[in-house]
């Protein structure tokens, strides 16, 4: 059965320092990948999808995911945090139903 | 630019009440969808339509009913109000599954049962 883990239930991150957001995964077939973000009292947005093709995933406001297939994860990145990047953040693979399986979540902490 | 509208934003219930929360999109999305989120759990699917006339189960379908008679409306009904029910619901929709279309989010509806 298709399934995703998101190991931290934190991350706090300086702003203007590098940020990881992890999320590692198991499918049967090829994986289909989501990022999406939440932001308090508002519903999911979507920030970006690994289908095929490139390792390297551009999204939404600046963020990139990493898709490795040997490890099988699907961490999310951005560069140079903002304080503003605060929210928390989702990972998601699609089933064979093509209903997507959800992570339990990371919050996310930018600290000025 | 309204997108997916969830209504109400807030309510609260007591033990056997019931209630229908409401969805309507105006994308022309066939596939819509009712999620529950609960606290570190992630979201957890209830029910989902992949057209007007056709629902099916999902995850966590017990105690929820739905309907979906036009694109774009698809409410939750709750027939009677337990305490497990306290939630967070969100109504998403989507424009194809199998073409990995993104899914568009209402803000929720916060829901309390006493």
């Known amino acids: 059965a298709q399934s995703v883990a998101q190991p931290e239930d934190q991350v706090n991150v300086a702003e203007g320092n590098p940020l990881t957001v992890k999320c590692t995964y198991s499918v049967s077939g090829n994986p289909y990948l989501f990022w999406y973000v939440q932001y308090p009292n508002r519903g999911l947005q979507f920030l970006l999808k690994y289908i095929t093709g490139d390792n390297l995933v551009k999204g939404s406001y600046g963020f990139e995911a990493e898709f490795n297939k040997s490890q099988t994860s699907f961490h999310l990145k951005k560069p140079s945090a903002l304080v503003s990047d605060s929210a928390l953040y989702f990972c998601?693979?699609?089933?064979?139903?093509?209903?997507?399986?959800w992570g339990a979540g990371t919050k996310l902490i930018i600290k000025p | 630019n309204a997108g997916v509208t969830q209504t109400p934003k807030f309510r609260i219930l007591k033990i056997g009440q019931s209630m229908t929360l409401q969805c309507t999109q105006d994308m022309n999305h066939n596939y819509m969808y009712w999620y529950r989120q609960d606290p570190g759990m992630g979201l957890k699917l209830i029910y989902y339509s992949v057209g007007a006339g056709i629902t099916d189960k999902g995850e966590v379908p017990n105690g929820y009913n739905v309907s979906r008679s036009t694109t774009e409306d698809f409410p939750l009904r709750l027939e009677l109000a337990a305490p497990s029910q306290t939630s967070v619901y969100f109504c998403a929709s989507t424009k194809s599954l199998r073409d990995n279309q993104p899914q568009h989010f209402g803000d929720g509806t916060r829901l309390s049962i006493l």
């Open positions: 998601a693979v699609r089933d064979g139903n093509y209903q997507l399986i």
